[in-house]
Structure formats: structure tokens, C-alpha cells
């Protein structure tokens, strides 16, 4: 058990181009969150997955934000036409699932910083 | 709309002190709560799980407490250490439905100890 990972952990992009984040959970975790978190602030909500369904998807993410999780096992993450206000830090979960209370698990987070 | 706050935002105590850190939340149909460490640049870590039903939990120098009907919690750290310097996140599940998925957190505590 290695742990949630997370690749890129800095990333540093112009307004405008497009940034994609990888994620790979615990591999017998069948549930995958991505958060956002800015400076200063708890972690926000983005969306989740359970195998590979979205099931539950933030107000936070616009239409620029897409996540998949091809097969139900590692997910990701992109932004499109990025934006400064995009700069965070991104943070994955993964839990066991099939108990409402399970841990989350998270990884290290990618930094995104949009100049 | 569940809103989550921590208080006090930051905490400077000497080593040996014990301490208790404080969350509360507005709505009371949770599932379970959460509290999570943060290190500077770096992912979250779980500490301590408590069910709905449950009224404490333990671990270590760790205790954390849940008084579902009031919406609180509290989390008591015992014999502080420099190594116990860190940001200090509560996070509640929502009980169902939409909020299935998602974790609300805090803006944390941040902790510094000194030796």
C-alpha cells in the first residue's frame, strides 16, 4: 500500500492553456474524491466517483473542469482555458467505500499556479 | 447549506501544555466527523473518525469528542509536542442524498508549539 499519489506535485501554467492532473488511489479503494484548496482555507468539494461513475459533481466545477476515472481506477483531472483564479492546490481521496464511514485518504495534492 | 468553522484560527502554546481545539457545525444530520493534520505544502492526514452515533474517539494524545445535537466537536491534544505543530482540520459527512459524497471542512487551526 503505497498511498494515494498524485503527479504533478507543482504545476505552473499561462491563462489559457490547458492542465491535466493524475491521481492514483489506493488500489483496493473503490471511491475517489478531488478537492481544491486555496491558501488559508479547508478544502472545497469538487466531485467523486465510485468504480468509474461521477456521482456527485460541486457547483465549483464550471465547464472548464472535467474529471474522468477510466475503469475505476485512476482519475483525472483537467482544466481547460485556465484562469488565475484557478491557482490552488488540487487534492485526490480515496476510501474503501461500502461503509458510510470510511476514512478519506488523501495525497499530497498537485499545486497549480495559473500566471 | 452545512457550514463548518474552527476556532481559535491560530494557537501558540509551550510544550507540555494541553490543549483543546474547537469545531462546530450547522447542520446536525451528519454522518460522521473527521479530523485531519495538515504539514505546510503538503496533503491531510486522518487522526481521528467519529461516527454519527458515537461520542468520542481516541488515539494516542488524541482525543476527539462530537455532541451531534449541539453541533460541535472538540478536538483535546494532550502533553503537546514541537512535532504536533501543524494545521488542524475538522470535516463533517453529510447524511445522504447530495451531501452523500462530500466532506465540508473547516479553515482549520493552525498549532505551533514551541519548544
Known amino acids: 500500500d503505497t498511498g494515494v499519489s498524485q503527479d504533478p506535485r507543482h504545476k505552473i501554467t499561462k491563462r489559457g492553456q490547458n492542465v491535466t492532473f493524475r491521481c492514483d488511489p489506493i488500489s483496493e479503494h473503490n471511491r475517489l474524491y478531488w478537492y481544491r484548496q486555496t491558501l488559508g482555507q479547508g478544502p472545497e468539494f469538487l466531485t467523486y466517483f465510485q468504480n468509474e461513475a461521477q456521482l456527485e459533481k460541486s457547483r465549483l466545477l464550471s465547464d472548464r473542469f472535467s474529471a474522468e476515472r477510466p475503469k475505476g481506477s485512476f482519475s483525472t483531472l483537467e482544466i481547460q482555458r485556465t484562469e488565475q483564479g484557478d491557482s490552488a492546490m488540487y487534492l485526490c481521496a480515496s476510501s474503501a467505500g461500502g461503509d458510510v464511514g470510511e476514512k478519506l485518504f488523501f495525497g499530497s495534492g498537485t499545486q497549480l499556479s495559473v500566471l | 447549506k452545512q457550514e463548518v468553522t474552527q476556532i481559535p484560527a491560530a494557537l501558540s502554546v509551550p510544550e507540555g501544555e494541553n490543549l483543546v481545539l474547537n469545531c462546530s457545525f450547522t447542520?446536525?444530520?451528519?454522518?460522521?466527523l473527521q479530523w485531519f493534520r495538515q504539514d505546510p505544502g503538503k496533503g491531510l492526514t486522518s487522526l481521528l473518525l467519529i461516527q454519527s452515533s458515537q461520542r468520542e474517539q481516541t488515539s494516542g494524545r488524541l482525543n476527539a469528542s462530537l455532541d451531534k445535537s449541539s453541533g460541535r466537536s472538540t478536538l483535546y491534544i494532550a502533553a503537546s509536542q514541537p512535532g504536533d505543530s501543524a494545521t488542524y482540520l475538522c470535516?463533517?459527512?453529510?447524511?445522504?442524498?447530495?451531501?452523500?459524497?462530500?466532506?465540508?471542512f473547516g479553515q482549520g487551526t493552525i498549532l505551533t508549539v514551541h519548544p
Open positions: 470535516a463533517v459527512r453529510g447524511a445522504g442524498g447530495t451531501s452523500y459524497g462530500k466532506l465540508t
Open positions: 447542520d446536525s444530520a451528519i454522518y460522521n
